[in-house]
């Protein structure tokens, strides 16, 4: 039986793999800085990666790590996450941990990349600087409730009768529901095949930011709403403009938008070899997020 722990456990991804991978036979622990407040699948441990001491313990007898975490809204978050990545890379191999896996992101490595997908790669490596073998999986936005890229995507589409947006809409991405991160996260956790490699994972459409923001608006309000693109408009113009009609804050909307000119697009399918089966579209990926919302409890601070 695996140990794996699991890291960021009560964020976006980390809530629903531990379930997945309990489902699946493994022995998970669900790493989080307040344990006392976990109330999940899973063995709660209390650490924090701007810790190392902390590591040691959380890590002790584990197997498999997977690491889930980031500073997207902290200005200075790739410093941050470099150094976590120091941190976590060093406990682990302290803690004899054979397999760290990562969720990190698209984007050729020749092409200029934004400081959020060039801190991904950059914690890409730091992870196995010790020894430990990395398993990457590289994906563009992750359609999913609570996910940052999708809420403000569904946030736009509700809150606007109209858009005006800036030409990175016309840039390709290739989108992949949660549901679809999870089975690729779960399938290669204590795989050998997968030991030091980096795959990318993805939906079966290439769209752009337009067509995405076009199909959510069918979707959730049967209707297309109108999209006007002007040649200039700053990613720090944009990131307030988020901030002001989501509930995105605008570090975090600036970190994602300096991305969406990068072209984030599939080009090697080999996971499918190791972890088989057909990804969900993007439509089906809006409705299933969509219907998630639905079925969860309103909270008083859920303003979209």
């Known amino acids: ?28 622990r669900a790493m989080t800085r307040r344990p006392e407040d976990y109330a999940g699948t899973g063995e ?16 002790a007898g584990a197997d498999v790590a997977i690491y889930l975490v980031h500073s997207l809204d902290d200005p200075d978050f790739e410093r941050k996450d470099a150094q976590a990545a120091r941190n976590f890379s060093r406990a682990a191999a302290d803690a004899g941990v054979r397999q760290i896996v990562y969720l990190g992101g698209l984007g050729a490595d020749d092409e200029h990349l934004s400081a959020h997908l060039r801190s991904r ?15 990457t999986l590289r994906a563009a936005i992750v359609v999913g409730d609570g996910g940052i890229s999708w809420e403000i995507t569904r946030q736009l589409v509700k809150n606007l009768p109209a858009m005006v ?11 992949i529901a949660i549901d679809d991160v999870v089975r690729y996260l779960v399938g290669v956790v204590d795989e050998p095949a997968a030991l030091g490699r980096v795959f990318e994972i993805g939906g079966p459409e290439q769209l752009t930011y337009l067509e995405m923001m076009q199909v959510a608006s069918e979707v959730a309000g049967g209707r297309r709403i109108p999209i006007v693109t002007v040649p200039v408009l700053t990613p720090r113009l944009s990131s307030y403009w988020l901030a002001l009609v989501t509930d ?3 570090t975090t909307g600036r970190n994602l938008i300096d991305s ?30 969509l219907a998630d919302r639905q079925a969860r409890p309103s909270s ?3 303003r979209g």
Do not use: N
């Not at 709660?44 to 890590?59: I, K």
């Not at 950059?122 to 398993?135: A, F, H, K, S």
């Not at 947006?165 to 989108?175: A, R």
């Open 1 to 28: 039986m695996t140990t794996v722990l699991v890291t960021g456990a009560t964020g976006f991804v980390g809530r629903r793999v531990v379930p997945a991978l309990t489902d699946a036979g493994h022995t998970v």
């Open 44 to 59: 709660p441990v209390g650490a924090d990666v701007d810790d190392p001491a902390s590591l040691a313990e959380a890590l």
């Open 121 to 135: 790669r950059e914690v890409e490596g730091l992870l196995g600087t010790d020894g430990v073998p990395v398993t």
């Open 165 to 175: 947006v800036p030409k990175w809409v016309h840039t390709l991405s290739q989108p």
């Open 248 to 250: 995105v804050d605008a």
């Open 260 to 289: 969406m000119s990068t072209e984030v697009i599939v080009r090697d399918t080999s996971i499918r070899d190791l972890v088989p089966g057909d990804p969900l579209t993007y439509e089906q990926s809006v409705r299933r997020a």
């Open 300 to 302: 008083a601070e859920d």
